[in-house]
């Protein structure tokens, strides 16, 4: 195994897809901790605090602040349909008769849900 990676998941809530994401993380042998994404101001001041070798954002309504995503590699998990990366995923899904899902994992640049794709 590689060296553990130093993790902080920024969320809007700590729903099920971040509960997820923290257990299956934990299990190998990172060490995560939890923001809740209230203001650009906690953001930064939690990057400052904890230190992280990458953020990964779960579940935001927000955009990720620049000071952030310009200094950190920064990764938006985003649910839907296959290569979705857009608002209202699961309306969008419905409306279009998906039968999959799964989740798009996309780094944050300065438009909300538009990054480059990772996976």
């Not at 993380?25 to 990172?30: D, E, F, N, R, V």
């Not at 901790?33 to 904890?50: H, Y």
Request: net charge negative; with cysteine.
């Amino acid at each position: 195994m590689t060296a553990p990676l130093r993790i902080l998941l920024l969320c809007h809530s700590f729903n099920s897809l971040s509960q997820r994401l923290y257990a299956e993380l934990t299990a190998l042998g990172h060490v995560l901790s939890v923001e809740l994404d209230i203001a650009d101001a906690v953001t930064e001041e939690a990057v400052a605090l904890f230190q992280p070798d990458l953020v990964l954002a779960p579940f935001l309504k927000r955009r990720i602040p620049a000071s952030v995503w310009r200094t950190l590699p920064c990764f938006v998990v985003h649910p839907g349909p296959p290569g979705d990366r857009g608002p209202a995923a699961l309306d969008w899904a419905i409306v279009e008769g998906q039968r999959e899902w799964g989740v798009t994992v996309l780094q944050a640049d300065g438009d909300f849900d538009a990054g480059p794709v990772w996976g």
